[in-house]
Each structure stands twice: as structure tokens, then as C-alpha cells.
């Protein structure tokens, strides 16, 4: 007992002297870590674009309940995260309510209304990606911001079966990872969704 | 059949036997009648046969003359005539008595009778002319006497010997019939002896039989007892039957006499095992055992009761020696017992006392030591007590370093919360820096890269920032079990504290005590030394009184010895004298 003691006790001291010492040493990698962590970087950047930007599309990539969807960059004016939405009476069903940015009024739409897809999924946290065009202005509310990527145009299947009227004019294609890509041009001047006018 | 059982023996065995003598009687009077008939036949057979020979005789005679007169008549020899004639004259009387006696015999049968008279008169013809050849033979007349010879004589004879023949075949017939009846007789007798022997040696068997299991196994089995009692050995049981001839009687009066000696011997039995209380009355004036069987009984009463009233009075004097004498003995044993008692007693106090002692000595010794060791034992309970003082403040000290550690962990988390938030903008922010320089252009390409950078350090950092809440979890829950165990350990530290406070009380009472009882072991001591020297002297002179008991008890034991002789000699003569069982009256 006292022998079992007397190990548990020197095996804590030396533990905690350890721990002294990593903590003296301060946030520093070690050399190897940081040489090895550098060559990875400089790989990385050293890649050769694979596709060329013309045969390719720049796409913000978000979450939505169990759905992935992708929407050109050029249409993204920005992404924010939502700190307080108002509800507001009166409006159609895929209209989720308003914010403010930066002094202006913008309304966030809901795709899985506009989509008739079913409320499922962990709600991680609420972002909006607000889109701009010449004509309109509005944010689309997602789950998470998954970032940029270039997607060729190969992998976009455009031909669509069993979508009619809005979905069609919404949803250009499916890509290689099932992500559904948004129409951004397509949205930003399609009268359905243009909420400002009807005043 | 049962008035025939009860017949007279004697009149069984006539009855028997006569059935017997009739049997042979009657055997023997048929064969007498068929022998007689044989008899008489025979006698005519014989008659007979007489007769026959006689005639025989008679026609020799009649041949023989008639051949000598043709001889001389051929010879012409007339001398020859006078001897014929004296042959004939001699012959001739003879012949006629045979024709007379065949006359006589065949009176009874009618032909035959006929035929010998046919014959005598045909003779008497032939005699007369014969006599009349003889008288031609003696005048030379010889071709006379032959002329008559070869025609009337010679017809004659013929005509004879025809009726000899016939007269031949009538008797040869008769002959035959007698020898045919004695024979059909000779049968029929033989038949009937056999018959009748058969059912007589029947008969013969059944009534032997019958009389040997009537007469002959009664008397065996009679016998068979009689040699029993010869013996002595009477039979439990007689098998006697209830007829009433004499095997019957004799075997009644046999199991009588059983009876008689059975109960005689049952008598003698119970005299044998001293009841005198029976008797057996004589069966008649002549029975000689039963009257001496009386008196005998009679006389052993009388000297019984007399040895009886003697042992009564001995054996109750001795009873009294005996009782005076074993209390004598009883008293003295109860002294010497009492005596060694007290002997053994002192003996065992005696020896309790050295025990006594040498445990006081021992208990001195023992209260010494347990004083120093309660001494030493108050010490170390007060050392123990310091030491769990210190245990105390140092569980306290742990606890406030948990306390501290618990605070800092706290706003260790607080912090990775904020450096959670600070990646999340950053990647927002990186999102944003790609989107600004996807709306610059080609000019924004190089900014678009440090975008991309800005997002993966920002996720770098959150899935770090996850490390280490992960590994602030199980620090905390860590901590939480450190914290129990030292509220236990406080705990537990405290009931010993409060424990070794208690003993250290119980320790000093106890120090107290064992100082008291060492002073009284001591005292104690003193006293048991003293009080064995008293023990030993008054074990010496109860050691005195003890030989004197016991010389005492020796007398007492031999007295007692004898007496009981003597008692047991009279208990014996009573319960002899009692196994005679008088009768009432007489022990009254």
C-alpha cells in the first residue's frame, strides 16, 4: 500500500514538474513541428491550377438543414452571421423575416420553403449570405459556411428532371458532391422572389 | 357295515372262517360227485371190456372146434373124434356161462340184449349139429360130417360172426359214449374248481383284509403305546376308536389308563416344583400307586409345614442380626466416608490455597507490567492525536488548492469560449476577404490565397479550441472525484481525530485502574502466603483421624460380611421352603 502510494505520488511529481516546464517554454512549436508544418504550406501552394478559370465557376458553399447548396461568388455581396432577425406579419411563407446591414433593410428567404424541402437537420448556427444584383437585394439564411471553391462546369449536371416553374428557374444543377448550385443571376432578377415591388 | 364292526371279535373270525369252509365244502362235494360218476362209468368200461375179452373167448372156442373137427374130417382121422369130444365137453360149459353172464349184463339195453339171445340160440342150433359131426367123425362117416360142416355150420358161423360183429360195434359205441361223458365231465369239474378257487381266494383276500385292518393295526398301534408307556413316555394324545367289540374297549381303557398316568405324572410335576396342594383320588380299592401317590403327598405336607415354621424362625433372627450388624457398618462407613471427605476437601483447599498464591504472585507481576505498558500507551495515543491534527490541516490546505484549481479551469473555459468565438469571425471573415477579392479580379487573386489561409488557421484554431474543452472536461471531472475523496478524507480524518481523543481518555482511566489493582495483587499476596501455612497444619491432623476411621471401617466390614452370610443363608431356607406350595387347610 504505502509502496503503491509512494510510486502514485513520485509519478505526480513528475508529471507536474513537466507541466512547469512546457509552460516556461511558452507557446513555441517545436522546430521539427514548425519546419514540417511550413513544408506542407509551401506544397500546397506550389500546386498547378488543375482547371483553368474560364472552364470553371467560383462558388460560396453553405449548409441548410441536410442539404449542401453552392451559389456563384459573383452574386455574394457578403456573409454575416445573424445576431438579431425580425419577424415581420404580411409576408409569404418563404420570407423568414428581416435584418439590418449596415443601415439597409434586407429581407432573408428561406430555400427549404422556396424549395419544398422538409425543416430537418441540427441548426448549428444561424449565418446569412447576402446576395446583390443590379435590381435587388436579399439574404439567404444557412446553417454553415463551408467557403469558396472553384467547381469546373463538367461537374455541374444542368439537366434537371421532375422540376417545374420556380425550382427550375432557381436551381441551375447538381454537382459531383450533390451540392445543389443556385442560379445566382437567375434569382437576383426572378420577379417571384421580388418582395420590394409589390408595394 | 357299522353292526358289523361291532361283532365279537371271535364272532368276526367264525363268521370269516366259515364263509371259507363253505367255499371248500362246496368245492369239495361237486368234485366228489363228478369222481363218483367217473367211477361207475369206468366200472361199466371195465364190465365192458369183460364182456368183450369173454366173447372174445367164446368165439376162439367156437373156432378152435370147428378147425380141429375140419382137420380130422380132411385127415378122415377118426380117433381124432373122442378128444374132440372131451375138448368140447370142456368147452362147452365154459361157453355157456359166458352167454349166460353177457345175458345178464345186457339186461338193461334192449338190442343188445336181443342180439346176445340171437346169438345163444344160433349157438345152442350150431352146438347140437356139431355133436352130430362128432358122432359122423367117430362112425367114419366122413363125407356126411363135412357135407354138414360146409353147409349149415358154415352158414352158420357166418351169420355168428355177423352178429359178433354187430354186437362188436354196439359196445365199441357204447365204449365211445361212457369215454365221451367222463371227459365233458372232467371239463365241467375242472371249470368249476377253477371258478370257485378264484372266488374263494378272493374271498380269502377281502376278509383277511378286512379283519387285519379291523383287529391287526388297532393292536399294532395299541401295542405301539403299550411300549411307550414301558418307556415312560405317556402319548399327549390316544387314538382309541368307539366300536364296540374288544379292540374297540381295549383301546378306550388304554386312553384311560393315559389319562390316569398323565395325570398322575402332571401330579407328580407340580410336587416336583413344591405345590402340594393337589392330590389324586385313587381310582378303586386296588389302586396301589394312587393310594401310595396320597399318602406320600400327605406325609411331605406334614414335613413341610414343620421345616417351614422352623425357617421362619431362624430366618427372621438372622434378618435382625443382619440389620443391627449393617447398621453398625452404614454408621462406621458414613464416618470414614464423612472423614475422607474432609480430608480430600482440606486436601483440594489446601491445594487451591497454593494456587491461590502463586496466581496472587503472578497477578503482582502482571498488574507491574501493565502499568508501564498503559504508561506507554498514553503516550503514543498522545502522539497519534498530534499526528492526526496535522493530517487535518493538511486535507484542509488540498482542499483549498481543488477550491483554486476549480476557479482557474473556470476561466480557462471561459477563455477557450472566447477564442471559439474569435475563429468563427475569422472564418467568416476569411469568407468574406474571398468574396471581396472574387469581386476584384485578377487583382484579387493574391488576396483571394491569404483569404483561404485566414479561413483554415480560423479552423485550425476551433478544432483546438474543441481539444481543449475536451481535455477541460475530463480535467474538471477529475477534479471532481479529487474533491470528494478529500471531503472523505477530511471526514474520516476528523472521526479519527475525535476516536484518538477518546482512547487517550480511556488510556489515562485505564493507567489509573492498573495502578489500584497492582497495590491490591500486592496485598493479596501477603495474605494467601499465610494462610497455606495454616492449611498444612490442619491437614496433618485430619490425616490422623483418617487412619483411625478407617481401621474402624475394616472391623465393621468383616462383622458385616459375616452377618450378611448369615441372611443370606436364611432368605435361601425361606424362599426354599416357600417354593412348597401347601394345601389351604392345612397351612390355616
Redesign the interface.
Known amino acids: 500500500m504505502t509502496q503503491l502510494d509512494s510510486s502514485l505520488w513520485r509519478n505526480l511529481h513528475q508529471q507536474l514538474g513537466e507541466l512547469a516546464n512546457q509552460l516556461a517554454q511558452g507557446d513555441a512549436l517545436d522546430p521539427q513541428q514548425q519546419t514540417s508544418l511550413l513544408q506542407a504550406?509551401s506544397q500546397q501552394?506550389a500546386k498547378p491550377p488543375t482547371e483553368s478559370e474560364s472552364q470553371s465557376l467560383?462558388v460560396?458553399a453553405f449548409t441548410l438543414g441536410i442539404k449542401t447548396y453552392g451559389v456563384e461568388?459573383?452574386c455574394?455581396?457578403?456573409?454575416?452571421?445573424i445576431k438579431h432577425m425580425t419577424e415581420l406579419p404580411g409576408t409569404p411563407p418563404y420570407v423568414r423575416g428581416i435584418i439590418s446591414l449596415n443601415g439597409r433593410m434586407i429581407s432573408v428567404l428561406d430555400l427549404r420553403v422556396l424549395l419544398n424541402l422538409p425543416h430537418q437537420g441540427l441548426a448549428d448556427?444561424n449565418?446569412v449570405v447576402v446576395m446583390r444584383g443590379e435590381e435587388m437585394e436579399f439574404g439567404l439564411l444557412a446553417d454553415r459556411?463551408l467557403?469558396?471553391s472553384n467547381l469546373p462546369y463538367s461537374q455541374i449536371q444542368t439537366e434537371q428532371a421532375g422540376l417545374s416553374g420556380l425550382q427550375r428557374n432557381l436551381i441551375m444543377g447538381i454537382s459531383n458532391q450533390q451540392w445543389t448550385i443556385l442560379d445566382g443571376p437567375q434569382m437576383l432578377t426572378e420577379p417571384a422572389l421580388c418582395v420590394d415591388d409589390i408595394d | 357295515m357299522t353292526w358289523l364292526l361291532n361283532l365279537r371279535t371271535h364272532t368276526k373270525l367264525m363268521l370269516a372262517f366259515s364263509l371259507v369252509i363253505i367255499g371248500f365244502a362246496s368245492l369239495l362235494y361237486l368234485a366228489q360227485t363228478s369222481l363218483r360218476t367217473i367211477q361207475k362209468n369206468d366200472e361199466n368200461l371195465n364190465q365192458l371190456g369183460r364182456d368183450l375179452a369173454a366173447f372174445k373167448d367164446f368165439r376162439f372156442n367156437i373156432q378152435y372146434t370147428r378147425e380141429k373137427i375140419l382137420i380130422a374130417l380132411q385127415s378122415k382121422n377118426a380117433a381124432e373124434g373122442n378128444v374132440i369130444a372131451t375138448h368140447i365137453r370142456s368147452i362147452q360149459e365154459q361157453n355157456s356161462k359166458i352167454l349166460t353172464t353177457l345175458l345178464a349184463h345186457a339186461a338193461k339195453d334192449q338190442a343188445q340184449y336181443k342180439l346176445v339171445n340171437e346169438v345163444t340160440r344160433l349157438w345152442r342150433d350150431y352146438t347140437v349139429v356139431r355133436d352130430q359131426q362128432v358122432q359122423l367123425l367117430t362112425a367114419n362117416k366122413f363125407d356126411e360130417a363135412l357135407t354138414l360142416a360146409m353147409s349149415t355150420q358154415h352158414n352158420r358161423i357166418q351169420h355168428l360172426r355177423e352178429l359178433a360183429y354187430q354186437l362188436d360195434t354196439e359196445v365199441a359205441q357204447k365204449i365211445r359214449l361212457l369215454v365221451q361223458n367222463n371227459n365233458q365231465i372232467i371239463d365241467q369239474q375242472l371249470d368249476r374248481a377253477l371258478w370257485l378257487g378264484s372266488v374263494l381266494i378272493l374271498l380269502t383276500f377281502t376278509l383277511t383284509i378286512m379283519l387285519s385292518r379291523s383287529i391287526g393295526i388297532p393292536l399294532l398301534t395299541l401295542t405301539n403305546y403299550a411300549k411307550q408307556i414301558c418307556v415312560g413316555d405317556i402319548p399327549t394324545r390316544f387314538d382309541f376308536t368307539l366300536r364296540r367289540d374288544e379292540v374297540g374297549e381295549l383301546s378306550q381303557a388304554f386312553a384311560r389308563m393315559g389319562e390316569y398316568l398323565k395325570t398322575l405324572s402332571r401330579q407328580a410335576e407340580r410336587l416336583a416344583e413344591g405345590d402340594l396342594s393337589a392330590s389324586v383320588a385313587a381310582q378303586s380299592e386296588q389302586d396301589v400307586l394312587g393310594l401310595s401317590f396320597a399318602r406320600m403327598v400327605e406325609s411331605l405336607c406334614q414335613l413341610t409345614q414343620e421345616m417351614q415354621e422352623g425357617i421362619v424362625v431362624i430366618a427372621s433372627a438372622s434378618e435382625e442380626i443382619f440389620s443391627t450388624a449393617g447398621k453398625v457398618a452404614s454408621s462406621v462407613h458414613e464416618s470414614a466416608a464423612s472423614i475422607t471427605e474432609i480430608a480430600t476437601t482440606i486436601e483440594e483447599v489446601k491445594q487451591t490455597a497454593h494456587l491461590a498464591h502463586k496466581r496472587a504472585s503472578e497477578v503482582n507481576e502482571a498488574s507491574t507490567r501493565n502499568r508501564q505498558i498503559a504508561f506507554s500507551g498514553c503516550d503514543a495515543v498522545a502522539q497519534s492525536l498530534s499526528t492526526m491534527a496535522q493530517i487535518r490541516e493538511q486535507m484542509h490546505a488540498m482542499a483549498e488548492s481543488i477550491l483554486r484549481l476549480g476557479e482557474q479551469s473556470q476561466a480557462i473555459s471561459e477563455i477557450v469560449a472566447t477564442v471559439n468565438e474569435l475563429a468563427e469571425q475569422s472564418n467568416l471573415l476569411g469568407v468574406n476577404a474571398s468574396i471581396e477579392a472574387g469581386k476584384a479580379g485578377d487583382a484579387g487573386k493574391g488576396f483571394a490565397v491569404v483569404a483561404l489561409e485566414v479561413k483554415a488557421l480560423a479552423e485550425q484554431s476551433k478544432l483546438a479550441t474543441a481539444q481543449v474543452r475536451n481535455i477541460l472536461g475530463d480535467v474538471q471531472r477529475a477534479m471532481t472525484r479529487a474533491a470528494m475523496a478529500a471531503e472523505q478524507g477530511s471526514k474520516a480524518v476528523d472521526l479519527g481525530f475525535e476516536h484518538a481523543r477518546s482512547s487517550d481518555e480511556a488510556m489515562r482511566q485505564l493507567a489509573e485502574s492498573l495502578e489500584q489493582s497492582s497495590d491490591m495483587a500486592q496485598q493479596i499476596a501477603t495474605t494467601s502466603q499465610q494462610q497455606l501455612a495454616g492449611m498444612d497444619q490442619v491437614a496433618m491432623a485430619i490425616n490422623n483421624l483418617r487412619q483411625t476411621s478407617h481401621d474402624n471401617a475394616a472391623g465393621a466390614n468383616q462383622v458385616g460380611q459375616s452377618t450378611r452370610d448369615l441372611h443370606g443363608l436364611g432368605g435361601r431356607l425361606k424362599r426354599l421352603a416357600s417354593q412348597f406350595k401347601l394345601p389351604s387347610r392345612q397351612t390355616a
Not at chain 1, 76 to 81: A, L, Y
Open positions: 504550406r501552394w467560383s460560396l461568388l459573383a455574394v455581396d457578403t456573409v454575416r452571421p448556427r449565418h459556411i467557403g469558396v
